[in-house]
């Protein structure tokens, strides 16, 4: 079956850097636009960054543009995203999603704090 497994999330003081992974199975990675989308608490879930399928064409939430880079190794049906320059207002659980099996991940915990 369709699997999404996310890691790479954790703590980190305002500036810091964080790479997430995102480790996909059960699908044709490769032929799959790769997403990734975040959830606040009590905020509604938003796009942060999309791939498409050969990395040719990334596009980025405006809030996170110059700070964070979605990449993808087809070799590995992985899709990262480097997060630099973090800021507190980028606390939320981070969440990967492939648009051909309409499919998420179970999230990981990104926490911005000094």
């Known amino acids: 079956q369709v699997q999404l497994v996310e890691s790479g999330g954790g703590l980190v003081q305002p500036g810091g850097s964080l790479r997430l992974s995102c480790a996909a199975s059960?699908?044709?990675?490769?032929?799959?636009?790769m997403s990734w989308y975040r959830q606040a608490p009590g905020k509604e879930r938003e796009l942060v960054a999309i791939i498409g399928t050969t990395g040719g064409w990334t596009n980025y939430l405006d809030s996170v543009k110059g700070r964070f880079t979605i990449s993808r190794d087809n070799s590995k049906s992985t899709v990262y995203l480097q997060m630099n320059s973090l800021k507190s207002e980028d606390t939320a659980v981070y969440y990967c999603?492939?648009?051909?099996?309409?499919?998420w991940g179970q999230g990981t915990q990104v926490t911005v704090s000094s």
């Open positions: 999603y492939a648009r051909t099996s309409q499919s």
């Open positions: 059960g699908f044709t990675f490769s032929r799959s636009v």
